[in-house]
């Protein structure tokens, strides 16, 4: 078996596996044995960079990744995301310290600013007594190594982030074939990333749902490959079952990039389909917003998503955007 | 002269393109003193005859022609109740001075153009006629074929504007711009006298529009959402007006109010914030959907007492609407496939909008 290939985080030394497991998924496993399954199985494959949020299914992505890490914590690269949506730094801190609980350990590795994907997010996360304060504390702390933002939205909201000057070591983004020809973030922000020296993770490289491959206008081999093979630290895909771990493990084990020509061979297959934004839907759809992000923007919320109603389900909702924060 | 200041247009009687026609011989330096004082007593004479304020006039871009500040939008004439109605929009408009008349091949199934043109029966030497073209990809033939149904279903023997309709996939301009594509289609109308200006619109996003300005094509025209929400939402304000103005192509505002007057029965902004900060960008028209004689007696109310809003009049406006404005409820043509038309899906191979969440 040959190792899935390390590559440098940013200009930082560090470095971290080519392949990425994304913790939004992590949350939908079977049940928790499954998921520590996942996980172990996942560091023994080679993977060392794992993602997470503090708002992934309501705690359980975390909770679940704490227990799986349990004794592997110093072999891997652990991020999460923090979730102020436009709000204070305190709030921010607070959910550091539920984030550091659920995860079992002291310090993060990456901790980067959840969901950017409103136009005035950029001015509200540099705000005096912004989120971005937050993050400047947690590294000042030693709770967290590194510092970046990630969204899924608009490759020029990203730009606007960068443009804060708040110097991030990380930015995560959606990188897939199809985000080559429609709003793409691998024209507008990778470049300015690599020219900067700060890591690109991508994101999202089947489109998120996988729709591409439903309609199997590509294989998720050519999928994977592609957004790998793009000047990216980490490629992070969701892994719910074993399955899908073993099939992702088998491309990156031993990786090597695809040529320029191939790149431009599934850019083109996809090009025209990839126009209206429909595989895309992250870039494009108001159903897609994260409900508690709209909440705390002031927006209004769609009670027929399946997300709002999971919201509205948990006991301790105060009927405000989060409900209270038990630290 | 300042794109802001509207003047008034010429008396009625004068027939618009005898009066075009002597400006454009003369040239544009003299559009200081004669013509002015000519129509400051045309304004007299057209008040005397309307007992009202005139909808004032711009120029339209470097064409010479002048064109009113409120255009009447050609989708919205075909939802009015029947023809009866939609005579009598376009009669009541022209009296109170409009002359801009927007329309679309493909606007219900051809019935706002064969609207407009019965409505339009000895009134066409009047007005500034637009109508858009439907290709959404395919080529200059198919494109050639829609100018003779315009035409016949308006009944003229030319427009005076003809634009690409619905400019709104990403790849889009590749295919506009592609040999023997819809530009070259727009050249060869213009060549034969079919039209005398050529544009493009399309209601989606500030990137498209800005790919397609970046050929080298003598586009006089373009049109784009502009309201107080674009503003600070992937703005066409902020991305595209500047570099029509700075070209001097023509910039045609249109979704003043959210496209279906969202911005207005949601309480946010009255008909008057909307459509007067649309009218004070430095646009040549406002392109209005009007589909009823009480939607046109309010929007012409706002136009003939048209005064620009101050600068900080727009800037407060965008303050208050930037907060609602982030993620793009407001400006559905952006952010959905609402407003994006089954025709031009099928023609890229896209299902139909109704068949994807919104």
Excluded at chain 1, 69 to 91: E, P, Q, S, Y
């Amino acid at each position: 078996m040959s190792a899935i290939p390390l590559r440098e985080f940013g200009k930082t030394g560090v470095k971290i596996s080519a392949l990425g497991l994304g913790g939004h998924h992590l949350g939908d496993a079977a049940d928790e044995k499954t998921a520590i399954k996942i996980v172990r199985e996942a560091v023994d494959g080679g993977i060392t960079f794992f993602d997470n949020c503090w708002e992934y299914n309501r705690g359980k992505s975390e909770n679940w990744m704490g227990k799986g890490l349990k004794g592997l914590r110093d072999k891997v690269f652990l991020m999460t995301k923090v979730c102020t949506h436009g709000r204070d730094a305190t709030l921010g801190m607070q959910m550091l310290e539920e984030s550091l609980r659920r995860l079992q350990t002291d310090h993060l590795d990456l901790w980067q600013i959840h969901g950017v994907a409103f136009d005035n997010d950029p001015d509200l996360f540099i705000r005096p007594g912004g989120a971005a304060e937050a993050l400047a504390k947690a590294k000042e702390q030693g709770k967290t190594r590194f510092l970046g933002f990630t969204g899924h939205r608009d490759p020029t909201i990203h730009l606007k982030m960068l443009d804060t000057g708040f110097l991030f070591d990380s930015v995560q983004m959606p990188l897939n074939p199809f985000d080559y020809s429609f709003h793409s973030f691998e024209q507008l922000v990778l470049p300015r990333l690599v020219e900067k020296g700060i890591a690109p993770l991508g994101m999202k490289p089947l489109t998120g749902k996988a729709e591409p491959l439903k309609k199997t206008i590509l294989t998720p081999d050519q999928m994977l490959q592609y957004a790998m093979s793009l000047p990216v630290a980490t490629t992070i895909t969701g892994m719910e079952k074993l399955d899908v771990l073993y099939q992702n493990l088998k491309i990156a084990q031993g990786f090597q990039p695809l040529s320029v020509a191939e790149m431009d061979a599934i850019r083109k297959q996809c090009g025209a389909l990839a126009a209206d934004g429909r595989f895309e839907h992250y870039k494009v759809s108001l159903q897609f917003d994260n409900p508690e992000a709209r909440l705390a923007h002031g927006f209004p919320i769609d009670p027929q998503q399946k997300e709002v109603k999971e919201m509205l389900q948990e006991t301790d909702n105060t009927g405000r955007p989060f409900p209270i924060l038990k630290s | 002269m300042n794109e802001n200041e509207p003047s008034m247009p010429p008396a009625a009687g004068i027939h618009r393109r005898d009066f075009v026609k002597g400006a454009a011989l003369t040239g544009a330096a003299i559009i200081g003193g004669g013509i002015v004082m000519a129509q400051d007593i045309s304004q007299k004479i057209s008040k005397a005859m309307t007992g009202g304020a005139q909808v004032p006039q711009k120029p339209l871009g470097k064409t010479g022609l002048k064109v009113s500040a409120l255009g009447i939008g050609g989708y919205h004439l075909g939802t009015a109740k029947d023809q009866d109605e939609a005579n009598q929009i376009v009669a009541q408009a022209i009296d109170a001075g409009v002359n801009f008349f927007d329309n679309a091949w493909e606007y219900h199934e051809g019935e706002s153009e064969n609207r407009m043109g019965q409505a339009l029966k000895g009134k066409r030497d009047k007005v500034v006629l637009m109508t858009k073209v439907c290709t959404h990809g395919r080529g200059k033939d198919v494109a050639m074929r829609m100018l003779e149904e315009s035409l016949r279903r308006l009944q003229t023997d030319h427009l005076d504007i003809w634009q690409i309709h619905e400019v709104v996939y990403h790849n889009d301009p590749e295919l506009i711009f592609k040999p023997g594509g819809a530009a070259e289609a727009l050249l060869e109308a213009k060549k034969q006298g079919k039209v005398r200006f050529i544009g493009f619109t399309g209601h989606k996003d500030p990137a498209i529009h800005l790919k397609m300005l970046s050929h080298d094509f003598p586009f006089d025209t373009v049109q784009m959402p502009l309201n107080c929400f674009d503003a600070t939402f992937r703005s066409f304000e902020t991305q595209v007006l500047p570099e029509a103005n700075k070209r001097g192509i023509a910039a045609l505002g249109m979704k003043s109010l959210g496209g279906s007057g969202e911005m207005v029965t949601s309480g946010t902004i009255t008909p008057e914030e909307g459509l007067r900060y649309a009218m004070s960008l430095s646009v040549a028209t406002t392109i209005s959907g009007i589909d009823s004689l009480d939607v046109l007696e309010q929007n012409l109310e706002i136009a003939r007492n048209f005064k620009p809003m101050s600068d900080a009049e727009m800037a407060a406006l965008r303050e208050r609407c930037r907060k609602l404005a982030g993620d793009g409820r407001f400006e559905r043509f952006k952010t959905t496939k609402m407003y994006d038309g089954d025709l031009g899906r099928e023609q890229h191979g896209y299902p139909p909008a109704k068949e994807l969440p919104i």
